[in-house]
């Protein structure tokens, strides 16, 4: 039977939080999961914590392969997912335990190609976001401004039909280890039929240190700079193209409005 949720975790340096993460999947209120697990190079002992929930639990499909950056990883997650729908896990993070139940939900209801949740987080450098209900948006405009992408870009907020996903032939950046998350969610949100918001349940991020966007050297760290600039272009450069500058210039300003 196919998977209603294919669940794709891309894994680097996150021992000490990846089995609260995957606890959290395990005990989904939704049970028709594959949980498509990409070790991608990590160097700590997150191998043999996913062997251990392999071993126990044959939802999950589990990947090691050679370090080659969170986009390639969950690229290879797009690849291998058989599920209706794909969502991007941190493997830092967690989910409430009826997260994936409300969300496909409200996918299937209306047929909507993409659907999104609000976070709570445990860093200053990003603020809670919540809906305290449930509602759709159709046209761009809208979607721009419920969503607010362009301050909150973050893939981890979004339930993606995985036949949009391939008749679109949306797929991450491997070039870009930071903001490629944005210019994927921007890229569908263009094209997706309207997008189901989701209220009273979340998605938690926490921030880690050590994951493969923090921890590296001065190098790595130089190139983020570069690149955050990249995106904040590409997210200038797009609301010119769709007319929607006003509404860019002004969360830039002032955050979330």
């Known amino acids: 039977m196919q998977p209603k949720v294919s669940v794709v975790i891309p894994i680097y340096n996150a021992e000490r939080y990846l089995s609260r993460c995957l606890d959290s999947v395990c005990c989904q209120s939704l049970k028709e999961l594959e949980i498509i697990c990409i070790n991608d190079g990590s160097p700590d002992n997150c191998d043999k914590i996913l062997a251990k929930y392999a071993a126990r639990d044959d939802r999950f499909v589990v990947i090691n392969k050679k370090n080659a950056g969170v986009s390639a990883a969950r690229n290879d997650g797009i690849r291998c997912a058989h599920g209706k729908y794909i969502h991007f ?38 603020r809670d976001l919540k809906y305290s209900h449930n509602f759709i948006a159709r046209d761009l ?5 419920k969503t607010y992408v362009f301050t909150d870009g973050y893939v981890w907020r979004y339930l993606f039909n995985r036949q949009f996903i391939k ?54 760290h130089k190139k983020i700079k570069a690149q955050y600039k990249i995106g904040k272009k590409y997210r200038r450069d ?20």
């Open 167 to 220: 008749k679109h032939k949306l797929s991450f950046d491997v070039n870009m280890i930071s903001q490629e998350d944005a210019i994927f969610v921007l890229n569908a949100i263009v094209v997706a039929n309207g997008i189901s918001f989701v209220g009273g349940t979340h998605y938690h991020y926490m921030f880690n240190d050590m994951s493969a966007l923090h921890a590296r050297d001065a190098a790595h």
């Open 89 to 126: 896990l941190d493997a830092d993070d967690f989910i409430d335990s009826d997260y994936y139940k409300k969300m496909y939900d409200a996918a299937d209801a209306d047929s909507l190609d993409m659907v999104c949740s609000g976070f709570v987080t445990n860093t200053k450098y990003a």
């Open 141 to 145: 405009r809208t979607k721009l401004r």
């Open 238 to 257: 797009f609301a010119r193209k769709y007319g929607v500058y006003g509404l860019w210039f002004w969360r830039k300003i002032l955050r979330r409005m």
